[in-house]
């Protein structure tokens, strides 16, 4: 009923730029809280970049200075604009949403498939 499809994902030279895209289908009434997560090879998941609907961000310390989330509420869209990326920023990047559907009486938390990013000389 709902989805969430990310894109942009790929490999990237050390000191390069990527632009990750996420936007929620279905019959959705309001998307809340939108945030970016990854995962690298034996590490646990952590938060990278949330946003809310009215626009406040929060970043982890390793990429403040360097990514930018933002957010098109038209489009139920949540981009992650990530610049100067390091290699240690190799991970499995997932989108996640609070939203309401239709139907539904409270949020319920989504998440997409995830996206490879690699940087790599």
């Known amino acids: 009923q709902v989805q969430l499809v990310e894109s942009g994902g790929g490999l990237v030279q050390p000191g390069g730029s990527l632009r990750l895209s996420c936007a929620a289908s279905?019959?959705?009434?309001?998307?809340?809280?939108m945030a970016w997560y990854r995962q690298a090879p034996g590490k646990r998941r952590e938060l990278v970049a949330a946003i809310t609907r009215g626009g406040s961000t929060n970043y982890a310390d390793s990429v403040k200075g360097r990514f930018t989330i933002s957010r098109d509420n038209a489009k139920n869209t949540v981009y992650l604009q990530m610049n100067s990326l390091k290699p240690e920023d190799t991970a499995v990047y997932s989108c996640?949403?609070?939203?309401?559907?239709?139907?539904?009486?409270?949020?319920?938390?989504?998440w997409g498939q995830g996206t490879q990013v690699t940087v790599s000389s």
């Open positions: 279905g019959s959705i009434l309001s998307v809340n809280t």
């Open positions: 996640y949403a609070e939203l309401r559907y239709s139907g539904g009486y409270v949020s319920a938390a989504y």
